[in-house]
């Protein structure tokens, strides 16, 4: 299920992306116990300048020991990161973000470094408690020539630049992004049959576009007269996530949804059938069931947070475009090899700059209603299985 998220040259932020692949990391474990839990001797915000120089900018070079440790550390976190990695374009712009997120880091003061300090603890624990219990991840840290130090300071890197960053968030910036987009963080809870017009796993025509309308109709006609929501769904909808729980997703972030469909959940009257709403999966009978109503002084804890972290990303993001590619003086990645007579790839327009990562998409989302289809970033792209509304 992908999400339809706020849109920003900077993405989200690494931090979002450890908390969530960590805990995927320490769950899938394989292999044997193994005692040795990495090198000693950390070395806060990278590793020693070691190996040929690949990136030089203000005060600072990068290594390509360092930058392959690091990537180490980002594809252990998020193992579906390896495949956009291996592309010289998104390789390049990942290198620039390590960059700035090293200067603001050298920038910080020790305060504020120390700020991350309890986050990193739980982190190291939860980190050799893994690495300890699984032996391929042991074998992936020696491969990429990564101990468990270093990886913890690389942690702290990306915790401390992130909490800095959120610092500088006031309340009235919290409420600002709220007030943007309120229905950002509403829910609902909604019934729907879907009649689609196509089959998602062949793409070949189940019904045209009239006679899903008219099939559309006639469940609500039905449902209307008093027709049961579980059996109705279970004999006409075509979304394999809901059809066998009476078309039912419960207190759903409407955020998800494709346009079409979030706009009946927020603006649908509560307990009354709609007429059948067309996405570009079919035609949708659709009842709201439940609509909390939302209100900043309502949002709790959690949601502020989340608020804040996106305030904060804007914070980081407005340093990534307007000053740090002033201060990277040159970048000098090694070019994968082209097979004999070829040209190499062109990679115009990436340096210090964005490499073409528009359109990322955060967690996905348990069920299958009709998801706001957004290009994957670092995310693996969701198969058909994961949107069977399609």
């Known amino acids: 299920m992908l999400h339809n998220k706020r849109k920003s040259a900077w993405r989200r932020p690494l931090l979002l992306i450890i908390a969530a692949m960590l805990v995927m990391t320490i ?35 990068v290594t390509d020991d360092e930058f392959t440790k690091y990537k180490t550390f980002f594809i252990l976190m998020n193992p579906q990161a390896e495949m956009f990695l291996s592309i010289p374009q998104y390789e390049e712009q990942f290198l620039q973000e390590y960059i700035g997120y090293k200067i603001l880091f050298d920038r910080m003061s020790d305060e504020s470094k120390a700020a991350a300090d309890a986050d990193t ?3 190291r624990t939860q980190f050799e408690t893994a690495v300890n219990d699984q032996e391929e991840l042991q074998t992936r840290l020696d491969e990429g020539g990564l101990t468990v130090d270093e990886a913890v300071d690389f942690f702290h890197l990306i915790m401390a630049v992130m909490k800095d960053a959120e610092s500088k968030v006031t309340d009235e910036d919290v409420q600002a992004i709220f007030n943007e987009d309120p229905s950002a963080l509403q829910t609902a809870s909604v019934r729907h049959v879907l009649v689609a017009t196509t089959d998602s796993q062949t793409q070949e025509e189940l019904r045209t576009e009239e006679e899903a309308l008219e099939r559309a109709e006639d469940v609500k006609a039905q449902l209307e007269a008093g027709g049961d929501w579980q059996a109705l769904a279970a004999e006409y909808s075509d979304d394999p996530g809901s059809k066998e729980n009476g078309g039912l997703y419960e207190d759903v972030n409407v955020s998800q949804w494709v346009p079409e469909f979030k706009d009946a959940a927020l603006t649908q009257e509560v307990g009354v059938i709609g007429d059948p709403v067309k996405t570009d999966f079919g035609y949708h009978v659709v009842l709201v069931e439940k609509r909390d109503e939302l209100t900043y002084e309502s949002l709790t804890d959690e949601q502020k947070n989340a608020l804040r972290q996106t305030a904060a990303s804007e914070v980081l993001n407005e340093f990534m475009q307007t000053e740090l590619p002033e201060l990277i003086q040159s970048i000098d990645l090694p070019q994968p090899e082209a097979p004999e007579g070829t040209e190499p790839p062109a990679t115009e327009g990436t340096e210090n700059g964005d490499a073409g990562t528009d359109g990322a998409t955060e967690d996905g989302a348990e069920g299958n209603a009709p998801a706001d289809e957004t290009p994957a970033n670092e995310e693996a792209p969701a198969t058909e299985e994961e949107t069977p509304a399609q």
């Open 121 to 123: 603890e739980e982190f």
């Open 27 to 61: 769950a899938a474990a394989c292999g044997s116990k193994n005692d040795n839990n990495g090198g000693n001797g950390g070395t806060e915000g990278g590793t020693p300048n070691t190996g040929a120089t690949i990136a030089t900018y203000t005060d600072g070079t």
